[in-house]
């Protein structure tokens, strides 16, 4: 079945970065395009950021455009989300998500951001 393991997540200052990664596992990965999300604390789930199957395309969410970076390995099974200059704001839990098996997510990861 398909499953998706976050891992990367932690406390960092501001100003600071981390990497999150999502390892894919139970469908044909190299195929299926895939999102990052996240969500705070009394909010709704928020789309962060995508790319295609092929990785060649990406796409952000205009408050981490320029600071967050998105990428897969496709040979890996994996996606990773370079964190720059993290802010308050993006704490929260981070989730990544495919379409695949009808649409799913992981058990998400925790990037907290605090001086």
């Known amino acids: 079945q398909v499953q998706l393991v976050e891992t990367g997540g932690g406390l960092v200052q501001p100003g600071g970065s981390l990497r999150l990664s999502c390892e894919a596992s139970?469908?044909?990965?190299?195929?299926?395009?895939m999102s990052w999300a996240r969500q705070a604390p009394g909010k709704g789930l928020e789309w962060v950021a995508g790319?295609?199957?092929?990785?060649?395309?990406?796409f952000y969410t205009a408050s981490v455009k320029g600071r967050f970076i998105v990428s897969r390995d496709n040979a890996k099974n994996i996606m990773y989300l370079q964190m720059n200059n993290l802010k308050p704001e993006d704490s929260a839990m981070y989730y990544c998500?495919?379409?695949?098996?009808?649409?799913?997510r992981g058990q998400g990861t925790q990037v907290t951001v605090s001086s």
């Open positions: 790319i295609y199957a092929d990785g060649r395309d990406t």
């Open positions: 139970g469908f044909s990965f190299s195929t299926y395009a």
């Open positions: 998500t495919t379409e695949a098996g009808g649409g799913r």
